[in-house]
């Protein structure tokens, strides 16, 4: 079975049929890069930057580390920074052990590379893992990479006071939705948030994603981004002509301020809704966070199947760790029940476990996001994770220049067309 063909169920499946919230993080802190010799602690390099998510990643470093077996350290880098750094980290003569990371694409490039080390063995032990979530896990080659341990959802977040307060409830319909902004824009709100500027701007693929599977399904939006298609095609820019209908209703600093700026719009009123994943809500006071709630993507044709972004996260390590023994048993506990219930009750709570014997949070909301992901036909990724991290930057100008030359979508599909191009040669 490909990874470009998890449906749904056989997805969720492999997951326990549970959501799962693996937090990328966003502001910056202060880290050690130090990789420490044979015989040492493993080395983790996280990009669990943000306050909540560091705080339990923490936890669960120090857990491991009171079984009196092998030892780890923790690295904590800013988010952004880890992701321009990752390659030269694996590159590099003494790279750290072990990394946060996600399934998909990048993972599977690093080991065509001979960069990542084989977790097969790992998965041997991971017997309430199902066949999916191996299959998503592992490279082109049939070797298992990543141990992955949450993953999460996407939704059109808003704070049900402010939506009470305004008079509007949650649209299901892009007719609905529109309408919602309207009544927003009458009351003198932006109606939606995004947060694509400063070191964010991939926010903005989310709508890209979910216009996408929302007109042309989920399978031609995975080969779209394998390059089986043309980022110029009419089918993507019927993307953009359906996009252009809900522009003016964006808050005007849209693709100025990081998506951890547009949180803090969302939750003091200033924008009515965002489409964000739940990592946002690390930046989000905890006593905010019951008066928090999404609505699905609205839909836009109910003839094209209902596809929803899922992304995974978990651990890959280095090939050249020479710690690989005391690696695998870091893994296999990160893979417990123990650890990701330890990695939830120390985080905001949105994270779901892959391990199907690990309990969530069970509030209201971890229950919606589990069942809307549950009820899907399709589970996407994201952007990058479902092409590269390569293509990530060309659709990063791509969709700015939309936004700032919404009329030029014709030379700006072209121009995003011949550098994906290049990507794909190279």
């Not at 824009?185 to 709508?207: C, D, L, Q, Y």
């Not at 089986?228 to 019927?238: G, I, L, S, T």
């Not at 695998?328 to 120390?346: G, R, S, V």
């Amino acid at each position: 079975m490909s990874i470009d063909g998890l449906s749904r169920r056989n997805f969720l499946a492999g997951l326990g049929g549970v959501g799962a919230a693996a937090i990328l993080g966003g502001c910056a802190t202060s880290a050690s890069t130090g990789t420490g010799q044979a015989g040492g602690a493993v080395t983790l390099q996280s990009n669990l930057s943000a306050p909540l998510p560091k705080a339990a990643m923490e936890s669960v470093v120090a857990a491991f580390n009171q079984k009196g077996g092998a030892q780890a350290v923790l690295n904590t880098v800013a988010a952004e920074t880890f992701r321009t750094q990752l390659p030269s980290y694996l590159t590099s003569g003494n790279p750290p052990d072990l990394y946060t990371w996600y399934a998909g694409s990048v993972g599977r490039s690093y080991a065509k590379k001979g960069l990542l080390l084989d977790l097969s063995d790992v998965w041997s032990g991971l017997t309430d893992y199902s066949a999916a979530t191996r299959t998503l896990s592992g490279d082109d080659a049939g070797k298992q990479i990543i141990v992955p341990i949450t993953y999460y959802w996407w939704g059109m977040f808003y704070r049900k006071s402010n939506f009470e307060k305004w008079g509007v409830r949650p649209p299901t319909t892009w007719d609905e939705f529109l309408a919602v902004c309207e009544a927003l824009r009458a009351k003198g709100v932006e109606p939606i948030g995004m947060g694509a500027g400063g070191t964010t701007p991939w926010v903005a693929s989310a709508w890209f994603d979910y216009l996408n599977i929302r007109i042309n399904g989920a399978v031609y939006h995975r080969e779209l981004l394998a390059g089986r298609h043309r980022f110029d095609d009419p089918q993507v820019k019927a993307v953009f002509a359906k996009w252009k209908e809900v522009l003016p209703h964006f808050d005007k600093s849209a693709t100025a301020i990081p998506f951890q700026d547009a949180t803090t719009s969302l939750l003091q009123g200033r924008t009515g809704m965002m489409l964000i994943g739940t990592f946002f809500a690390d930046a989000a006071p905890k006593d905010a966070l019951d008066d928090i709630d999404f609505f699905q993507f609205p839909i836009i044709d109910p003839k094209v199947p209902i596809a929803e972004e899922g992304p995974t996260d978990g651990f890959f390590a280095s090939a050249k760790t020479p710690r690989g023994a005391e690696v695998k048993e870091f893994l296999k506990y990160l893979a417990t029940a123990e650890a990701q219930e330890l990695f939830i009750k120390n985080s905001a709570g949105t994270v779901l476990p892959v391990n199907p014997k690990a309990k969530d949070s069970g509030t209201p909301l971890v229950a919606k996001g589990r069942k809307m992901l549950n009820d899907a036909a399709e589970i996407t990724q994201f952007f990058n994770r479902d092409s590269s991290d390569a293509l990530q930057p060309t659709a990063d100008a791509a969709l700015l220049q939309f936004f700032a030359q919404p009329d030029q979508v014709d030379s700006i599909l072209a121009t995003w067309q011949a550098a994906a191009e290049k990507v794909w040669s190279s």
